[in-house]
């Protein structure tokens, strides 16, 4: 079994329970992590406060990560409250609706900027933010998705920033290797989270995945989990820079 036993590990991108955030600090917290659960916004302490009972040493703080103050102002805490980060969670991905429902064609200039602000940029700004707190080395994780390399109906816009947040791990991951941190990220299979309902026919996308991936069955969030537990151990030291797909196969097959 991993132990992360005195282990301090960043989540950021917790909606409600069934966040995919949600599923990767359960399973750290199981492995004895201490878990600093983080939302966006008031709407969603709610979800955040109810949520952290079911973690074995865990606080929640907000911040928005589209504004650099509060990026600032919420690392200072964790510096204040643990002194050290060994783990970064970064589960954060937007774009206006609009810009995933409409033809790529027609995407507008800001819809393109806030999809690229939000979902990749805010990937560096927590990374420069972490790394002076991860004194002992660390790992930092990402999420993507397989429409960051195949076109897929309805995702558009957030398809380009997936790939451009695949080069941003690779970039980081070289940037930081330096100081013993490693940057990954896991290309998650479809899973029904909040985010999921802004994307047309989404039922379809996981009916395909059942009838074509190789265990012909869909992912969910605690399989996610495992694998972002065993990317954040030290069993996986020199793994860095990489992609890892945890969709049931999907993306070795060909039709």
């Given at each position: 079994?991993?132990?992360?036993?005195g282990?301090?590990?960043?989540?950021?991108?917790?909606?409600?329970?069934?966040?995919?955030?949600?599923?990767?600090?359960?399973?750290l917290?199981?492995?004895?992590?201490?878990?600093?659960?983080?939302?966006?916004?008031?709407?969603?302490?709610?979800?955040?406060?109810?949520?952290?009972?079911?973690?074995?040493?865990?606080?929640?703080?907000?911040?928005?990560?589209?504004?650099?103050?509060?990026?600032?102002?919420?690392?200072?805490?964790?510096?204040?409250?643990?002194?050290k980060?060994?783990?970064?969670?970064?589960?954060?991905?937007?774009?206006?609706?609009?810009?995933?429902?409409?033809?790529?064609?027609?995407?507008s200039?800001?819809?393109?900027?806030?999809?690229?602000?939000?979902?990749?940029?805010?990937?560096?700004?927590?990374?420069?933010?972490?790394?002076?707190?991860?004194?002992?080395?660390?790992?930092?994780?990402?999420?993507?998705?397989?429409?960051?390399?195949?076109?897929?109906?309805?995702?558009?816009v957030?398809?380009?920033?997936?790939?451009?947040?695949?080069?941003?791990v690779?970039?980081l991951?070289?940037s930081?290797?330096p100081?013993?941190?490693?940057?990954?990220?896991?290309?998650?299979?479809?899973?029904?989270t909040?985010?999921?309902?802004?994307?047309?026919?989404?039922?379809?996308?996981?009916?395909?995945?059942?009838?074509?991936?190789?265990?012909?069955?869909?992912?969910d969030?605690?399989?996610?989990?495992?694998?972002?537990?065993?990317?954040?151990?030290?069993?996986?030291?020199?793994?860095?820079?990489?992609?890892?797909?945890?969709?049931?196969?999907?993306?070795?097959?060909?039709?």
């Amino acid at each position: 079994m991993i132990d992360l036993t005195g282990k301090v590990a960043v989540i950021f991108g917790l909606a409600n329970k069934r966040s995919i955030a949600w599923g990767i600090a359960q399973k750290l917290s199981e492995a004895g992590a201490t878990i600093a659960l983080c939302y966006q916004n008031e709407r969603l302490k709610k979800e955040a406060d109810a949520l952290l009972p079911d973690l074995k040493n865990a606080k929640a703080y907000q911040c928005d990560l589209s504004i650099d103050a509060e990026i600032e102002t919420t690392f200072e805490a964790f510096k204040n409250d643990f002194g050290k980060i060994d783990i970064l969670v970064h589960a954060v991905a937007y774009a206006p609706a609009d810009e995933i429902k409409n033809d790529f064609i027609y995407t507008s200039r800001e819809g393109f900027r806030i999809a690229q602000d939000v979902s990749v940029y805010t990937l560096i700004a927590v990374s420069r933010a972490a790394m002076p707190l991860m004194t002992e080395g660390g790992a930092i994780l990402t999420l993507s998705y397989y429409g960051a390399e195949k076109v897929f109906p309805n995702y558009n816009v957030m398809g380009v920033a997936k790939a451009a947040l695949e080069a941003t791990v690779r970039y980081l991951a070289a940037s930081l290797g330096p100081k013993n941190i490693r940057v990954n990220a896991i290309s998650a299979g479809p899973i029904k989270t909040l985010a999921a309902r802004g994307i047309g026919d989404f039922t379809k996308i996981l009916d395909t995945v059942t009838e074509r991936a190789p265990l012909h069955r869909n992912v969910d969030q605690l399989e996610v989990g495992g694998a972002a537990l065993f990317l954040c151990s030290p069993l996986a030291s020199a793994i860095t820079g990489e992609i890892t797909y945890v969709d049931c196969g999907y993306n070795i097959t060909g039709m």
